[in-house]
């Protein structure tokens, strides 16, 4: 029988904080990796992956590619947190991120984000080539060295960013085949486009944020935003055409092609409307509609590949 002592002392009952503190320091490490966005350029990845090899692909190889990008691209979004803390500190939207809060140094921050660029970089060069890891690492760098200070100098940054944001579609076209061809830049200016119409159309949705930041995401002599809402209707038009040339390149099939040009006219329909008068509701619908956009397009890739 157990003892009935009373002179033991009392069972204590340990409270589990350095658990707590553990999964509070874990979740921050996750959310400076925005997995939302890493996510959806592993996904782009994948897919420029499939379509390269034209359906026939290899498991292991298309893994290695997947987990190499997004760790890279997780590291260079850790960077970019790292690069922008004092301004993510003024912004009603950021200043809750894991740096502004105190929730992680900076120095883990920065420890944390060149680890992970370095160990995807690393894991691709080693299983799928040097040219996939270039690329990856050329993402990295321009986002963080060319798109993140051109932010608070220029309203070009827009179109620079751009420029990484589409890069995962050369990263996993390379790791497929090697080489980026003509199908694949193909790709890469889909992707590049695409983001046009959705980054203006967020920047002027939060244009007085940035502007408290210091970020010119947004021309400073466009008020009314006559100039984003041509542009946006510029790159919508552009982008149909050039969305429609991967079945002219026989890379894709009949299924995509008119699931495209729906997708196309629905971005282009959005952003003229939202052009005429720059309202809140009408260039909502432009910022859902192309974040919907690239995802169903995929999707189409996806399905309608030409298996050779």
């Not at 992970?116 to 299983?127: A, D, F």
Request: net charge positive; glycine share 10%.
């Amino acid at each position: 029988m157990p003892s009935t002592d009373a002179s033991q002392p009392p069972m204590q009952v340990t409270s589990p904080v350095g658990t707590d503190r553990a999964g509070r320091r874990a979740r921050a490490f996750y959310e400076l990796t925005k997995p939302g966005i890493a996510g959806f350029v592993m996904m782009t990845a994948g897919v420029s992956f499939y379509v390269g090899a034209a359906g026939r692909v290899s498991l292991l190889p298309l893994l290695f590619t997947l987990v190499g990008t997004v760790l890279a691209t997780a590291g260079a979004l850790a960077l970019n947190q790292y690069l922008e803390r004092e301004v993510d500190a003024r912004m009603s939207r950021t200043r809750t991120r894991p740096l502004p809060s105190g929730r992680l140094t900076a120095g883990e921050a920065l420890v944390f984000g060149l680890f992970l660029i370095v160990s995807g970089c690393i894991l691709l060069w080693l299983t799928v080539g040097p040219l996939p890891a270039v690329l990856t690492l050329v993402s990295a760098g321009a986002y963080n060295f060319v798109y993140t200070p051109l932010k608070s100098r220029s309203y070009m940054a827009t179109f620079a960013g751009a420029i990484p944001g589409a890069m995962p579609a050369l990263i996993g076209w390379s790791a497929a085949t090697g080489q980026v061809t003509l199908a694949a830049m193909v790709l890469f200016a889909i992707a590049f486009l695409w983001q046009i119409p959705h980054v203006l159309a967020l920047a002027w949705l939060l244009r007085e944020d940035y502007l408290r930041a210091g970020f010119y995401l947004t021309p400073p002599a466009d008020p009314e935003g006559k100039i984003i809402g041509r542009q946006m209707v510029l790159y919508s038009l552009v982008l149909i055409p050039v969305s429609l040339a991967p079945t002219f390149l026989a890379i894709t099939g009949s299924i995509y092609l008119g699931g495209a040009l729906v997708l196309g006219l629905a971005v282009l329909w959005w952003s003229w409307q939202a052009s005429r008068g720059m309202t809140r509701s009408s260039v909502r619908k432009v910022f859902l509609g192309s974040l919907a956009y690239q995802p169903l397009l995929l999707g189409l890739m996806l399905l309608d590949t030409v298996r050779l």
